[in-house]
């Protein structure tokens, strides 16, 4: 995915500087000088000497993600980038990294629900909407890519894939990877990896005083949409009718599992039973009662509790429900396990609920 912004801005880090304590900045500092020369190793053991005695801090977990994904781990960096977002929700960066991450991957619906938290978490983060409209785009051409081999006499979407693919390759031209810096003030905007692309023009005919003319299709610059097929002249084209977008039931289904999580992991009782519907399904025949007392014990008895999702795949039932499917890795004081989980969710007065929680399956 050439065109998406790499991960690593000079921005994103200066952001998540606010996050340790000004004494202990300069050890990141000098880690992140050390990333920058190429010292990933060096980098590496002075991120993780910090971490042991600071292993909540937002700024060194980014970096260490960053020096992973450089010394060739994605998949690593991905789960520092995912642990972030459990733990920080609302910084907007880890998501734009997961989003890069996993569009490097061909997961381009995992990158762009990543991207939609981001633009959820920080509306106005430029870099995540510019990501997102790349994402589109590519989600695009395949979808042409694929309309071409069943009907490879197209010529329509055969003008439509050139465009979309000239438009990445105009981009990977001017595409240059940033430079990480850490500014010891104020941040200042870095200039943008990727150079504004032009839009697409496409000439439309003049339509002349009382008489009709066939409507040419429209190709738009980014995200292309299905030509209006032409009419006769004694039957002019009528504008179709907007269509309200639908909610992003996904993206709802996710933030609600992240915010389970977060719940877990704060040791937040009340918050976190209150992520069970009335309906739910209680394991083992367990009273509703009996059930909530155990878990508020094995909720406060640890001193620490972090749980993170990872690999979530949403599934729909109906209209109201759905179903979750992911990695849990769990870890409190000595005790870690993984393992993979089922949330089945309801919608009630516009808030999701769970209705049923299964291991293993």
């Not at 943008?192 to 002349?208: D, F, L």
């Amino acid at each position: 995915m050439e065109m998406l912004k790499k991960i690593g801005s000079a921005l994103a880090l200066c952001l998540l500087l606010s996050f340790s304590p000004n004494g202990m900045a300069d050890e990141i500092q000098d880690a992140n000088k050390l990333f920058k020369q190429g010292q990933l190793d060096e980098a590496l053991s002075k991120v993780d000497a910090y971490l042991a005695g600071k292993p909540k801090d937002a700024q060194a977990r980014f970096l260490k993600g960053l020096i992973v994904n450089e010394q060739g781990r994605p998949m690593e960096a991905i789960s520092i980038f995912t642990e972030l977002t459990n733990d920080y929700p609302e910084l907007p960066e880890p998501y734009n990294n997961l989003a890069v991450l996993y569009a490097g991957q061909g997961q381009y619906e995992k990158a762009k629900v990543a991207l939609e938290m981001a633009i959820r978490t920080h509306p106005s983060y430029a870099t995540a909407h510019e990501n997102l409209g790349d994402i589109y785009a590519k989600m695009a051409s395949q979808a042409y890519d694929r309309a071409l081999q069943l009907d490879k006499g197209n010529t329509g979407t055969q003008t439509k894939l050139a465009l979309i693919r000239d438009l990445f390759d105009k981009g990977a031209r001017a595409a240059k990877m940033p430079t990480v810096t850490l500014a010891d003030t104020t941040p200042a905007v870095t200039a943008k990896p990727v150079a504004p692309v032009a839009q697409a023009t496409v000439p439309v005919a003049e339509v002349k005083k009382q008489e009709a003319v066939a409507a040419a299709p429209v190709v738009p610059a980014v995200v292309p949409v299905a030509p209006v097929k032409a009419q006769t002249p004694s039957a002019p084209v009528s504008a179709p009718a907007k269509a309200t977008p639908a909610p992003d039931v996904n993206a709802e289904i996710l933030q609600a599992t992240q915010g389970w999580a977060k719940a877990w992991s704060s040791r937040n009782v009340k918050q976190y039973l209150s992520f069970y519907a009335g309906e739910f399904k209680v394991p083992d025949g367990q009273a509703r009662g009996a059930w909530e007392a155990l878990r508020k014990e094995r909720l406060t008895k640890p001193k620490s509790i972090q749980v993170a999702v990872s690999d979530p795949k949403v599934t729909r039932i109906d209209a109201q429900q759905a179903r979750v499917t992911f990695i849990q890795n769990y870890r409190a004081n000595h005790f870690k396990s993984t393992d993979r989980k089922t949330l089945v969710w309801i919608k009630r007065d516009g808030r999701w609920q769970i209705t049923e929680e299964r291991v293993g399956n």
